[in-house]
């Protein structure tokens, strides 16, 4: 159990252009879900935390109105990146909590490799 | 905030030795180390993980320590084998349930 599907897997776009990254717990409910960038031999670096229902909270220095975050249910969320450009090429990875006594794992999803041109 | 600190950050190992991976956290508050295994191109995957109220936990070939005192945990791994090879990520988690991650060690199985 405990799967985390994203979609789609890989991304070229044009500068100027949006692009969505949906991120799906498959077999849990998620009432929280996270956003993560990761460059290319780095760790992962958090980037908001969505929560079902409500605005998600950003992580300092990221740009709310470029990433935007919904939370619609309780098993999707979804990443829009507004007006791409090139330094936005990244692998992006969401990952899912599932709530179990006092401690929430986080499972994540495969990850969506966006590239700018 | 959190401060996660991992050691080494490359490791190559002989087929069938043993690997340790290090790390230190900083916020005494932190109760929950999960390890994750990210092989290229693809997200983290949860290996194991230990809790704040729990020293030592094992999984087959997989083992993780955690001495809350000195605020460091470690993962081991015994009798390597080449799909082994990834990058391999600590991480702690404070009350918030925010995960502070480690630069990351890059473990190689040599065959």
């Known amino acids: 159990g405990a799967v985390v599907s994203q979609h789609p897997s890989w991304v070229i776009c044009k500068s100027g252009t949006s692009v969505k990254i949906e991120c799906r717990s498959l077999?849990?409910?998620?009432?929280?879900m996270f956003w993560y960038r990761q460059f290319p031999k780095q760790s992962l670096m958090l980037m908001a935390t969505?929560?079902?229902?409500?605005?998600?909270?950003?992580e300092q220095g990221v740009e709310k109105d470029k990433f935007l975050i919904n939370h619609a249910s309780l098993t999707l969320s979804t990443l829009t990146v507004t007006s791409a450009h090139p330094e936005d090429s990244s692998f992006y990875i969401c990952?899912?909590?599932?709530?179990?006594?006092?401690?929430?794992?986080?499972?994540f999803g495969p990850g969506t490799r966006l590239t700018v041109l | 905030g959190e401060n996660v600190e991992q050691h080494p950050s490359t490791l190559s190992v002989q087929e069938g030795d043993s690997a340790v991976i290090k790390c230190t956290y900083s916020?005494?508050?932190?109760?929950?180390f999960p390890w994750y295994k990210q092989e290229l191109g693809k997200g983290p995957q949860l290996i194991i993980d230990?809790?704040?109220?729990?020293g030592e936990k094992k999984d087959q070939r997989i083992a993780v320590t955690l001495n809350k005192t000195a605020k460091h945990f470690s993962l081991h791994i015994t009798e390597t084998q080449p799909e082994d090879s990834a990058v391999y990520f600590c991480?702690?988690?404070?009350?918030?349930?925010?995960?502070?991650f480690g630069a990351g060690t890059t473990v190689t199985v040599r065959a």
């Open positions: 990952s899912a909590e599932r709530e179990w006594s006092s401690y929430n794992e986080q499972f």
């Open positions: 077999d849990f409910q998620a009432t929280t």
């Open positions: 969505s929560n079902e229902g409500s605005k998600a909270t950003y």
């Open positions: 916020d005494s508050a932190s109760n929950y």
């Open positions: 230990i809790r704040s109220n729990v």
């Open positions: 991480a702690a988690s404070n009350p918030d349930y925010k995960l502070s």
